[in-house]
Every structure is written in structure tokens, then in C-alpha cells.
């Protein structure tokens, strides 16, 4: 089955492409040649993930998921939360992002997060939706240098490292897109 996963960041879709049995072919939007901004418009991740999985069924007619993910930090009422990529003011960038979570935490005792990622799938007519959750908290300074985005920040419960100190293979089996691509695909298994 060819699979259209809309997304244009490579970390994504190499722990995507590493989770996914060999009998779906996933498609990024490079390969079908989509190389439209795809606005994020909407309020909530779900909004965000059906907004761009719509773009690309409408557009292309592929059977196709997009995710949205966001960093919920109980501290800040849940922000960044759907805002995470654009947390910073520009330029837009990671470095930024932590930055700012940082500064925006000092001095405050909970710093208990979540990562939560939703993901929607258009398959032949139908959608679906999938969500996925890793609970952590936010670290006082950054660690390690794998993965993307607030990785260096992020401890996992139960943890002593960051998500930037693991393997993609051990963050996959335990990170909020790794668990909803899991139930993507328990549900493709099925179809
Ligand atoms: P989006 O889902 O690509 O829109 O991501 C929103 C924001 O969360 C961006 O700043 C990403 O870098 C960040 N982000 C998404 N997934 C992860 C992750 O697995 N670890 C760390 N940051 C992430």
C-alpha cells in the first residue's frame, strides 16, 4: 500500500519509516512532488493534523496521514501546546523555543510536561483519528544531541536521560508520534 505521510521533516519520517512494516510504502510529500506551505491554521493539534492530511487527498487524491504534535507544559497551562513550532519569535528555530521554554519556567518547582501528537488518516473515503501521549518534565538545561526539536529538554518518566540522549529506535518505542503511528498501523493491519 502506498501512503502519502504529509510532512517535509526528515526526522519524522525517518522514525515513521522505521516503525512501519515493509508492506506500506511511505510517500513524502518530496516523492509525489508536493512543495506547497501547507498553513497550520487551526487551534488544536487534531485541527492542524486534518487540515493537512485534507490538503493532500484533495489535492494529490493519495491516501495520506499528517500529524500534529505539541509540548503541553502543566506550568504554563498547557502552553506551548498547538503554538510549539512557533513558541519563539523569529526566526523560527528550536534554539529559540528552548530558549524561551526555559526563561519561561525559571524558578518554577512543576515542571511536569507532556508531548501529545495527533494524527489523521484519509484512507479511501474515510478518516480516522489517532492520538498518542509521553508524559516528562522539562530539564533546567539542555541534554544531548539526537532528535529534533525540544529533545535536549525533554525527560521522559521513568527516565534519567533526555529524548536527545536516546536512540531513535528507543524514543520511537516510547514518544507520543511512536505510540499514535502504532495504533496507525494496528488499524492498517486490520483494514
Ligand atoms: P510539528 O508537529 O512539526 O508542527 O511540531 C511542533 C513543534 O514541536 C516543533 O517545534 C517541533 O520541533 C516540535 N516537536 C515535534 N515533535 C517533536 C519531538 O518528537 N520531539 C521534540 N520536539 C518535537
Redesign the pocket.
Known amino acids: 500500500m502506498k501512503l502519502v505521510f504529509a510532512?517535509n521533516?526528515p526526522?519524522?519520517l525517518k522514525?515513521v519509516q522505521e516503525i512501519l512494516p515493509p508492506t506500506i510504502e511511505l510517500l513524502s510529500l518530496a516523492d509525489i512532488n508536493c512543495f506547497d506551505e501547507i498553513e497550520?491554521t487551526a487551534t488544536t493539534?487534531e485541527g492542524?493534523a486534518k487540515l493537512k492530511a485534507n490538503y493532500i487527498t484533495e489535492k494529490f487524491g493519495y491516501n495520506c496521514f499528517a500529524?500534529?504534535?505539541?509540548?503541553e507544559v502543566q506550568a504554563l497551562n498547557g502552553q506551548?501546546g498547538v503554538y510549539?513550532?512557533?513558541?519563539a519569535s523569529e526566526p523560527?528555530n528550536?534554539e529559540n523555543?528552548m530558549h524561551k521554554l526555559l526563561n519561561e519556567l525559571e524558578g518554577k518547582n512543576n515542571r511536569n510536561a507532556q508531548?501529545r501528537?495527533s494524527i489523521c488518516l484519509n484512507l479511501d473515503g474515510e478518516q480516522f483519528l489517532f492520538d498518542g501521549v509521553?508524559e516528562g518534565e522539562i530539564l533546567t538545561s539542555k541534554q544531548g544531541v539526537e532528535?529534533?526539536?525540544?529533545?535536549p529538554l525533554?525527560k521522559p518518566k521513568g527516565y534519567t536521560i533526555s529524548?536527545?540522549e536516546m536512540d531513535s529506535s528507543e524514543?520511537n518505542r516510547i514518544?507520543?508520534?511512536g505510540l499514535a503511528i502504532q495504533k496507525l498501523i494496528k488499524f492498517l493491519a486490520s483494514f
Open positions: 510532512t521533516n526526522n519524522k522514525e497550520e493539534l492542524n500529524d500534529d504534535t505539541g509540548l506551548p510549539s513550532a512557533r513558541y523560527v528550536s523555543n508531548f501528537t509521553c532528535g529534533f526539536g525540544y529533545d525533554f529524548f536527545a524514543k514518544s507520543h508520534r
